[in-house]
């Protein structure tokens, strides 16, 4: 379908599986990000849970590392120590944060020695924290966008479902769609192929303005 992006962490349980999956693609194909869980956010545990995850996975690299979730017993200086030192070591080619609302993202730039690339959150039209993208991308820090489609009470709203109608495209796909409009990544949940292919059809058309601003307005 041409999904090459795949989000995974070490809270998941779900690494080994993903490591026999990605067998059958050259690795350069793929953006593999994972994520240190926020109890293993000292220096050296950090590099522990990397390696776990690399063996787990297969790869010799990750193009993305985030820390999972902040953990303020721990200071972030000795969190990033380590993140660069991996970056430097060519196990990851990119770090983030996950869940850091604008507080910590602005703690973790004046601190870490490599770049913050991404902040994933969760972000949607229920879950629009303006002043945050606002703020990453100032900074050059993507957004990512976990839970794009809230949790399924967002499908049912009439705006959405008006939008949706306009345009001839499911709740789904104009959620997604909002999202990338916003300038963040999206990486939906899919129970189903169908819902795989439909949460790749969000190319090639628009929400109109109107309806942007009823949305954000909402």
């Given at each position: 379908m041409g999904y090459r992006h795949i989000d995974t962490a070490e809270m998941y349980g779900n690494q080994a599986e993903i490591g026999e999956a990605i067998k059958a693609f050259p690795r350069s194909a793929l953006f593999?990000?994972?994520?240190?869980?926020?109890?293993?956010?000292?220096?050296?545990?950090?590099?522990?849970?990397?390696d776990s995850t690399l063996r787990q996975l297969g790869t010799s690299y990750l193009d993305l590392y985030l820390i999972h979730w902040p953990n303020l017993s721990v200071p972030l200086?000795?969190?990033?120590?380590?993140?660069?030192?991996?970056?430097?070591?060519?196990?990851?080619r990119s770090v983030g944060v996950s869940n850091f609302d604008t507080a910590l993202m602005k703690k973790s730039l004046d601190v870490s020695g490599a770049p913050v690339t991404v902040d994933q959150v969760r972000f949607h039209p229920f879950s629009y924290d303006k002043s945050l993208l606002d703020?990453?991308?100032?900074?050059g820090v993507v957004v990512t966008a976990y839970s794009p489609l809230g949790r399924g009470?967002?499908?049912?709203?009439?705006?959405?479902?008006?939008?949706a109608k306009k345009v001839g495209k499911t709740p789904a796909q104009i959620c997604l769609r909002w999202c990338l409009r916003k300038g963040t990544i999206v990486i939906p949940k899919a129970g189903s192929e169908d819902h795989?292919?439909?949460?790749?059809?969000?190319?090639?058309?628009?929400?109109?303005?109107?309806?942007?601003?009823?949305?954000?307005a909402r």
């Open positions: 593999l990000t994972s994520k240190v869980w926020s109890n293993h956010l000292r220096h050296d545990d950090v590099h522990k849970a990397c200086t000795e969190t990033f120590k380590a993140l660069r030192e991996l970056v430097d070591q060519g196990k990851v703020f990453c991308k100032g900074k009470n967002i499908l049912n709203n009439t705006i959405i479902q008006s939008a795989l292919r439909e949460n790749m059809d969000i190319f090639g058309w628009e929400i109109n303005e109107e309806d942007m601003k009823r949305i954000d």
